[in-house]
């Protein structure tokens, strides 16, 4: 073994939530190493998230990378709702007094936040393989890691467990000081990603048919993202970008189906919908963030904001603890984000629910669903509440009322 690397903060994870966590904790001038187990190639090959709420767009400033979503970011007023073949809109802007959403993925995020920390010169361990966690309920938390055969450590003051779900992290807290609630989904959803125009370049689409659930999205104007609701059995390779088309215009109105333009598609995946959290997020000096901590179905594209938003909590809790010598920001990290977490769960659980077809909704559950969709559309209150959660509440839900 090589002499240990010494940090402040070990970070687990070379994702959206690890890189933004190194960025803003750089800024503050607190030292962080990342150990992420996959290749920088790799972790900006995986298509998802793309829509980001302005909390989201802010600490990308605030973090000193909001040039590339200030530039290519499309600003979204409204998102529009498909059902019984006709296409409503939602003036999210006007609904919640100039609130906006920016369709921005989360490779493109990724990628400006693994250009800023080469920039800075700050240290990312890409391709360590054997991760492992040790010592997290004592003063002197340590990392181990084999990179090109060699086995290394980390000692640090604290570990931030941004390993996504399927992690190390959440993994090495001793069962009995975890607790997991969890709801998976009877359906998944089929994506495409192709360089064509969107269809709605003006607003994101949710559409739910007797065919299913479907979502026209975006990268740029003239980089598409489309999602249709498929079976947890289906195959990618059953799905032709033919098939993929002709049943995407299926699900939604004449109008937009007529107007889709189609193209191959560069990126095709199956994802299965899935509810979790684990709580309390912080076990001694180790911190879960993002999806270490929680899943939600992407219906309320929530995900990578719930984890910018842990980052922004948990980076604050840090640079209190080093700079004014305070640890009431770590010992209140796991309350406050989870207070925002169960409401985007809930959110997102709801609009799940909504807008898709379950396989024993015919009946009295179809019905129900359809006048709440109606109700939806003509109330005001209805339409505000969804427009209020798919903006993002605020970081101090205290603030809602203000
Ligand atoms: P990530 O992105 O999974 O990154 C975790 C990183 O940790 C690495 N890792 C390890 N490193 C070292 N040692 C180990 N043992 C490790 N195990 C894992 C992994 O290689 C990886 O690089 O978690 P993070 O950073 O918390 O970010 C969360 C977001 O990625 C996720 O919430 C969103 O993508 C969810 N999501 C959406 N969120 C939105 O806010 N808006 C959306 O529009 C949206 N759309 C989506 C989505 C997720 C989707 N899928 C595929 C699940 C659409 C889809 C289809
Ligand atoms: C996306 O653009 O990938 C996207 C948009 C909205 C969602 C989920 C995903 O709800």
Redesign the pocket.
Known sequence: MTSPIRTQVAI???????LLLGQLLHKAGIDAVI????SPDY?LS?I?????EQVTVDLLHEAGVGQGVAADGTVHHSIELVFSGVRHAIDVHGLTGGKVVTAYG?TEVTRDLMAARTAAGLPTVYE?SS?SIHDFDGQRPKVRFQKDGVEQEIECDFIAG???????CRASVPEGSIKEYEKVYPFG?L?VLSDVPPVSPHAIVYGNSERGFSLC?MRSMTRSRY?IQCSLEDKVDAWSDTRFWDELRRRLDPELAERIVTGPSLEK?I?PLRSFVAEPMRHGRLFL????AHIVP?TG???????ATDVKYLSSALIDYYKDHTESGIDNYSTRALSRIWRAERFSWWLTSLMHRFPDSEGFGQKVQDAELDYLVHSQAASTTLAENYVGLPLDFAELRA
Do not use: M, T
């Open positions: 687990i994870g070379a994702g959206p939530s690890g150990v992420e187990r996959q972790v995986r998802r998230a793309g829509i980001l989360q360590a991760v941004c390993d996504g779900f399927h992690g190390v959803w994506g999205s999602y995946s994802a963030c993002g999806d270490a992407p594209a929530k995900g990578l904001n719930l984890a």
